[in-house]
């Protein structure tokens, strides 16, 4: 069966440091890859997505990146994180079907 | 480019009582996908429910069902007999007929009431 994985759950990191999220997805090939952030309460805004290796979809000009390196592994980057990074991420790929399926979160805190 | 709406951003119902979620959309494409997922307190998004814009009937799924109107562009959530478990949030989502991008609504925070 296919399962996603992402890490780390939670992380508190200052203002101005790099910051790497990492999604990786079992059981499926040359899935369709999303990374969505949400802020406390809010909706889920889309940042990236990805339909094979190397390919990347920006939908949020932000000094956050996002890179596909092999075909079930989705990461997402920032050279300097600002305050405004804070918020839940969650990294998704989409089946055949059409259905999202989502890792457990990551939690940032810039401070 | 593709919007989706969601204009109740709390609702409350009665236990055991039936509710429904708004959601409108807007969109370009002929074929699209549209999602309802729930995300409880602890983050999870679980996957409720799934319409396709050529489904002629509407989906159901247990006590879930998509109210489905294509020319107004709607496809509202309702539960019916809801239960305390139900109380979190709800965000209608729309798939590109590409099959690549998938946009989420603001959502609608429910509260179901003992």
């Known amino acids: 069966s296919q399962t996603i994985h992402q890490w780390p759950a939670t992380l508190v990191q200052p203002v101005g440091s790099p910051l790497s999220l990492e999604c990786t997805v079992e059981?499926?090939?040359?899935?369709?890859l999303y990374w969505y952030r949400q802020a406390a309460g809010r909706g889920l805004q889309l940042l990236f997505y990805?339909?094979?290796?190397?390919?990347i979809s920006s939908e949020v000009p932000q000094n956050l990146s996002a890179s596909r390196p092999q075909d079930r592994q989705f990461i997402l980057s920032s050279k300097k994180l600002l305050l405004s990074d804070s918020g839940f991420y969650l990294c998704a790929w989409i089946s055949g079907t059409g259905e999202l399926f989502f890792g457990e979160g990551s939690r940032l805190t810039v401070l | 480019a593709q919007k989706i709406t969601q204009t109740q951003p709390g609702m409350f119902v009665q236990e055991k009582e039936a509710v429904t979620l708004d959601c409108t959309y807007d969109?370009?494409?002929?074929?699209?996908?549209l999602f309802w997922y729930k995300q409880p307190s602890s983050g999870e998004m679980i996957f409720l429910i799934y319409q396709g814009s050529y489904d002629e009937q509407n989906a159901t799924e247990g006590r879930y069902s998509l109210n489905f109107q294509k020319a107004r562009k709607s496809a509202n959530l309702v539960i019916s007999a809801s239960q305390l478990g139900d109380s979190a949030m709800y965000f209608c989502a729309m798939l590109r007929a590409s099959y690549d991008k998938v946009i989420f609504g603001p959502g609608t925070s429910l509260s179901v009431i003992p």
């Open positions: 059981g499926t090939s040359n899935p369709n």
């Open positions: 969109t370009s494409d002929q074929s699209y996908g």
């Open positions: 990805s339909v094979g290796i190397g390919q």
